[in-house]
Every structure is written in C-alpha cells, then in structure tokens.
C-alpha cells in the first residue's frame, strides 16, 4: 500500500471515529426529550408495565386530552403567556432606552451607571428571592402577575441591556449622522435609520426574555398561588395533586418545550452572535 | 459627535431601567441584608425583632448549613468540570465541516433552553427506581443486577443530579467554545502543520491558547449560575434524601418557603460573599474587554 493511500485511511478513520462520538454525544443531549415524548403518547398500562416499551405498542394522545379536559391546562398556559409577554414588553421598552444612551451618548456616570446593570446580575437569586416575597407582600400585589413580572425584571433587564448595547455598537454611527445633517433630530433617526436595523436584534433579545420568563420556576413557584400559576409551578404541582401521573406530566412537558423550541429556532443565529460576541472578544 | 455639554438625554433616556432595577434589586438586597440581623419569621409575626448577629451565630453553629456549603463546592465543582469537557469535545466535533451541521448544531442547544422544571422532572422519570428508563438501559447491558433507586438512596442521588446539571450546561459550553473556535484564524493552524506539528500539539499550543479568554469567561459565568441553580435540584429531589442533594441555594429556597425569611436572607448573603470570589474577577474582564473595544 502506498503512502497516500494510508493517510487517506487514517483520515477516514479520524473522521468516523469524530462522528460516533458526536453522535454518541447527541444521543445522550436528545435522549430524554425522547423518552419524555415517547413517555406522553403511552398508554397508562404500558407505563406501569414490568416490561419498558422504547416505542409504544399503542401509541395515544389521551394523556393530552386529559391534561386539558380534568386539569384545564389552558389556564396555567395564559397565566405564563401573560407573564412572559409583559415581562417582555417592559424589558425591551425600558432597555432598548437605556442601551442607546450608553451606546450613543458620552456621559458622565456612564461607566458607573453601567456597572450597576452589570453588577445585579451576580447576585444570587434566592438573595433576591427572599426579600422580594417580603416587600410584595408588605406591598399587597404577591400572587398577582405583577409581582412576577416585576421579580422577572430583575435579570431580564441587565442582560437586554447588555445584549442591546453590543448590537447598538456593531450599528455605524455614521448612518444617523448622515440623517441628522440631512435636518432629522435624533430621535427621527432613531426611529426611521436605527430601530429598522436593529429589529432582527430586538426580536432575538425580546425572544431570549420571553423564554426565560416562560421557564422561570424559583420566583414562580413563591409568588403564585392557585389563580395565577405559570406552567412551571402546574407542572411540579403535579406531582403532588396527581401521585404521580407521568403520562400527564410529560405530555405538559412537551407542549412547554414546543413554543420555546420554535422560539429558539428562529432567534437562534442572532442569540448566539449577540452571546458570543462578548465573551470572544474579552 | 461626543458631547461635551452636559446634556440631561442620556439620563432621561436610562431613568427607567435605572429605576426599576434601584427597585427591584438593590432595595430589596438592603433589606434581605437589614433581615439577616433580625428574627424574622413569618410564621410567628409577633416576633419580628432586630437580634443583631444571632443568624450570623446560628449558620456557624448549623452543621446543615455547612454541609450544604461543601455540597454546593463540589456540585459547582463536578458540575462545571465535566460540563466544559464534554462542552469542549462537542465544539470540536461541532467545529468540523459535514452534512447537516447546521441543524446538527441548532438541536444540540435545545437543552439549554429547557425549562429547569422540566429538565427536573424527564430525569426524575429517567431515574426512577421503578419504571425507570436508566435502569432498564443497565440491566440490559449487564451492569447492574437489579434495579436502582437513584434518586431515593444518599449514595446515588448526588451523583444524579450532578449528571443532570451536567447534561444542562453542554450545550452553553458548546456554544461559547464553537464561536471562539471560529475565531482561530486558519494560517496558524497552517504554520503548525509546516512545523510538523502533529494533531495534540496544535490543539494545545494554538487551539487552547486562543480561547483562553473564551474558557475563562464562560466557566465563571457557569459557575455563578450553577451555584445560583435551584430549580434542577428542587424538582429532582428537593435536596433530600436526607439533605444528599441540599446545596445552599436550596437550602435557602427551603427556608424561604418555610417562611424564616430572616435566617433565609442570612445565608442567602454568606453564598453571595462565597460568590464574589467568582463575580468579581468575572466583572473585571468584563470592564476590561469592553475598554478595549471602545
């Protein structure tokens, strides 16, 4: 055999043994997705079975239907998709503000002030937790929506602002100026030069918020009660109120994950640029 | 275009954020710190009252708060390790040119975006002693005898959910590893090869050299939020059997829900000041890389 033909089967090798492991890798990422989806289309017998099924022999959707018929699941679903969206609203409104002036503007305090949103974000949630159920209760507004949109706020925030000034900061300033000679004021060239580019960004930063308020569990799980409980409190509650009723669990579990996957596939490429970029550069 | 007048915009323009944030954390850390020196205990409201250090003395003398101290270093510690090998390893492989890598890498991200509670509750089932899909997988393959009950015996159920956390954080590993990647320009892996160079001695000269910022950044960011993590943990055990599982932040969480806000608070502030020992130089990298890239 000839030299080359020997590299060439090493490479081979190489590259095969690089796609197992991946796909080993993969396997064990994927697998409990699997198994919960797998989990949710059996029906109770096979659930209970002695024997584990890695592919239902009946597959059905009743665990779905009952999910909504005797649990009404509609109910925690709006409860998060009011919290999630409000939460989002109020953190782009108040962050998209703030970005821009850090991003545009040479102040004093900018630094300083900067540091504050920078800074929150390592403090430990259950430090925020704790004295935020004393204030909403002195406050009278615990278990209502607001007081989790406003805990929410807390992380979501800072990190948009962060997001959003390194986006703002990748948009030429020479864009607006050209506006602002051509007799546009600054926020004429806000609104008609920036915010038109800047919309791809917003939508990944606003879909990154949205998700975590939809996942968001510790904050929830305290500020909620009974009425205005989000999926994540339902999902655990559960267990309690259930035993343990995994067909119904995991079918509440796949239909959570569907709009967060769906989310993240679209806001997916922007995310990752935006996340990345400090990280690599520092 | 730098404005020297002092011109009152910028401020207008962070009052919001600014505000709510004031509101929403630095208010309520002064009085998670002015609670940690008073007795305060919801559910015996009438005795609410300022009690200096005594907290402070109770977490020295609370051998649940030390354990759960050690449990949260080696839980941060095997935690974050295993998820930046294996979060390395998928970068690489991730890093190669093949069919469907787009996707590939897409669909790989998706447990991190996975709602804690839900990552809680699919391992919960993979574990579980009866029915569960683990155990089934190893008495298959000839590992074990008889089933295991993973998350109800103290040997087992740390472990387990260190699995679990480790499995959640891959991804961003990952992901932060894969751009950093993209980033070593081609020519020195070039310059390596003429040298002769062969595949150990390029990844370590050149690949682990130009991420060193990248590893850095991401594993303090990993380490804050693993240490902060509470809902994993709660929904695979809720720190039992026998606090096995308890780490502070969820030693904390149970405190809270049990309404002792006031010693709550107090360890709530001793994990921050363990914390800071990662936040702080993780910020000043921050500072630092944004001077740069002004």
Same mark, same amino acid.
């Given at each position: 055999?000839?030299k080359?033909?020997?590299?060439?089967?090493r490479?081979?090798l190489?590259?095969?043994?690089?796609h197992?492991?991946?796909?080993?890798?993969?396997?064990f990422?994927?697998?409990p997705f699997?198994? /919960?989806?797998?989990t949710?289309?059996?029906?109770g017998?096979?659930?209970?079975?002695?024997?584990? /099924?890695?592919? %239902?022999?009946?597959p059905?959707?009743?665990?779905? +239907?009952r999910?909504?018929?005797?649990?009404?699941?509609? +109910?925690?679903?709006?409860?998060?998709?009011?919290?999630?969206?409000? /939460?989002t609203?109020?953190?782009?409104?108040?962050?998209?503000l703030?970005a821009?002036?850090?991003?545009?503007?040479?102040?004093?305090?900018?630094?300083?002030?900067?540091?504050i949103?920078?800074?929150?974000n390592?403090?430990?949630?259950?430090?925020?937790?704790? %004295?935020?159920?004393?204030?909403?209760?002195?406050?009278?507004?615990?278990?209502?929506?607001?007081?989790?949109?406003?805990?929410?706020?807390?992380?979501?925030?800072?990190f948009?602002?962060?997001?959003?000034n390194?986006?703002?900061?990748?948009?030429?300033r020479?864009l607006?100026?050209a506006?602002?000679?051509?007799?546009?004021?600054r926020?004429?060239?806000?609104?008609k030069i920036?915010?038109?580019?800047?919309m791809?960004?917003?939508?990944?930063?606003?879909?990154y918020?949205?998700?975590?308020?939809?996942?968001e569990?510790?904050?929830?799980?305290?500020?909620?009660?009974?009425?205005?409980?989000?999926i994540?409190v339902?999902l655990k509650?559960?267990?309690?109120?259930?035993g343990?009723?995994?067909?119904?669990?995991?079918a509440?579990?796949?239909? /959570?994950?569907?709009?967060?996957?769906?989310?993240?596939?679209?806001?997916?490429?922007r995310?990752?640029?935006?996340?990345?970029?400090g990280?690599v550069k520092? | 275009?730098?404005?020297?007048?002092l011109?009152?915009?910028?401020?207008?323009l962070?009052?919001?954020?600014?505000?709510?944030?004031?509101?929403v954390?630095?208010f309520?850390v002064?009085n998670?710190?002015l609670?940690?020196?008073?007795?305060?205990?919801?559910r015996?409201?009438?005795?609410i009252?300022?009690?200096?250090?005594?907290?402070?003395?109770?977490?020295?003398?609370d051998p649940?708060f #030390?354990?759960?101290?050690?449990?949260?270093?080696?839980?941060?510690?095997?935690?974050?390790?295993?998820?930046?090998?294996?979060?390395?390893?998928?970068?690489?492989?991730?890093?190669?040119?093949?069919?469907?890598?787009?996707?590939?890498?897409?669909?790989? *991200?998706?447990?991190?975006?996975?709602?804690?509670?839900?990552?809680?509750?699919?391992?919960?089932?993979?574990?579980d002693?009866?029915?569960?899909?683990?155990n089934?997988?190893?008495?298959r393959?000839?590992l074990i005898r008889?089933n295991?009950?993973?998350?109800?015996q103290?040997?087992?159920?740390?472990p387990?959910?260190?699995?679990t956390?480790? #499995?959640?954080?891959?991804?961003?590993?990952?992901?932060? *590893?894969?751009a950093?990647?993209q980033?070593i320009?081609?020519?020195?892996?070039d310059a390596?090869?003429?040298?002769?160079a062969?595949a150990?001695?390029r990844?370590?000269m050149?690949?682990?050299?130009?991420?060193?910022?990248t590893i850095?950044?991401?594993?303090? *960011?990993?380490?804050?939020?693993v240490?902060?993590?509470?809902?994993?943990?709660?929904?695979?055990?809720?720190?039992g059997?026998a606090?096995?599982?308890?780490?502070?932040?969820?030693y904390?969480?149970n405190?809270?829900?049990?309404?002792?806000?006031?010693y709550a608070?107090?360890?709530?502030?001793?994990l921050?000041l363990?914390l800071?020992m990662?936040?702080?130089p993780y910020?000043?990298t921050?500072f630092?890389?944004?001077?740069e890239?002004k």
């Amino acid at each position: 055999m000839n030299k080359l033909s020997q590299r060439h089967a090493r490479r081979f090798l190489r590259q095969l043994s690089g796609h197992i492991l991946l796909a080993v890798l993969l396997i064990f990422l994927l697998f409990p997705f699997y198994w /919960t989806f797998v989990t949710s289309i059996k029906p109770g017998k096979e659930l209970y079975a002695s024997k584990v /099924t890695y592919w %239902p022999h009946s597959p059905t959707f009743d665990s779905y +239907k009952r999910l909504f018929s005797e649990y009404n699941f509609w +109910k925690p679903m709006l409860n998060s998709l009011l919290v999630a969206s409000l /939460t989002t609203v109020l953190s782009l409104a108040v962050s998209l503000l703030a970005a821009y002036a850090f991003s545009r503007y040479r102040f004093k305090g900018r630094k300083f002030f900067m540091t504050i949103f920078l800074t929150n974000n390592m403090f430990p949630t259950v430090l925020l937790l704790i %004295p935020l159920f004393a204030i909403m209760r002195k406050a009278g507004i615990l278990y209502t929506p607001i007081a989790l949109i406003l805990s929410y706020t807390t992380f979501t925030i800072p990190f948009s602002i962060w997001l959003l000034n390194g986006y703002l900061d990748d948009l030429p300033r020479s864009l607006e100026e050209a506006a602002m000679v051509d007799g546009a004021n600054r926020a004429q060239a806000f609104l008609k030069i920036i915010l038109p580019m800047l919309m791809p960004c917003i939508v990944a930063t606003g879909a990154y918020v949205f998700m975590t308020a939809w996942n968001e569990y510790t904050f929830a799980v305290m500020f909620t009660n009974e009425g205005n409980r989000t999926i994540p409190v339902a999902l655990k509650n559960f267990i309690g109120q259930l035993g343990v009723e995994w067909g119904m669990l995991t079918a509440g579990g796949i239909i /959570t994950i569907i709009p967060v996957c769906i989310m993240f596939l679209f806001a997916q490429k922007r995310l990752v640029e935006g996340l990345t970029a400090g990280a690599v550069k520092g | 275009m730098h404005k020297k007048k002092l011109s009152p915009w910028p401020y207008l323009l962070i009052a919001p954020a600014l505000i709510t944030i004031i509101a929403v954390v630095f208010f309520p850390v002064i009085n998670a710190i002015l609670m940690s020196f008073q007795s305060y205990d919801l559910r015996r409201p009438s005795q609410i009252r300022f009690t200096g250090l005594a907290n402070y003395f109770a977490a020295a003398q609370d051998p649940l708060f #030390w354990q759960a101290l050690l449990k949260t270093i080696v839980w941060v510690a095997a935690g974050v390790w295993f998820q930046f090998v294996f979060g390395f390893m998928l970068a690489l492989l991730l890093n190669r040119k093949f069919l469907g890598r787009g996707l590939i890498r897409s669909i790989s *991200l998706i447990p991190w975006v996975t709602p804690g509670v839900l990552i809680g509750l699919m391992w919960r089932w993979i574990f579980d002693g009866n029915y569960g899909v683990l155990n089934d997988l190893l008495v298959r393959l000839g590992l074990i005898r008889q089933n295991v009950p993973f998350l109800a015996q103290q040997s087992t159920a740390f472990p387990s959910v260190i699995l679990t956390i480790i #499995w959640q954080g891959i991804p961003f590993f990952a992901l932060m *590893l894969l751009a950093g990647l993209q980033g070593i320009p081609e020519e020195l892996y070039d310059a390596a090869d003429v040298d002769g160079a062969n595949a150990f001695q390029r990844f370590f000269m050149i690949t682990v050299p130009s991420l060193k910022n990248t590893i850095f950044v991401t594993t303090l *960011l990993r380490i804050i939020w693993v240490a902060n993590s509470v809902d994993v943990i709660f929904n695979l055990t809720e720190g039992g059997p026998a606090y096995s599982t308890q780490t502070l932040s969820v030693y904390v969480f149970n405190k809270g829900n049990a309404l002792n806000l006031g010693y709550a608070s107090t360890m709530a502030i001793l994990l921050a000041l363990v914390l800071s020992m990662v936040a702080i130089p993780y910020l000043k990298t921050l500072f630092k890389a944004q001077e740069e890239s002004k």
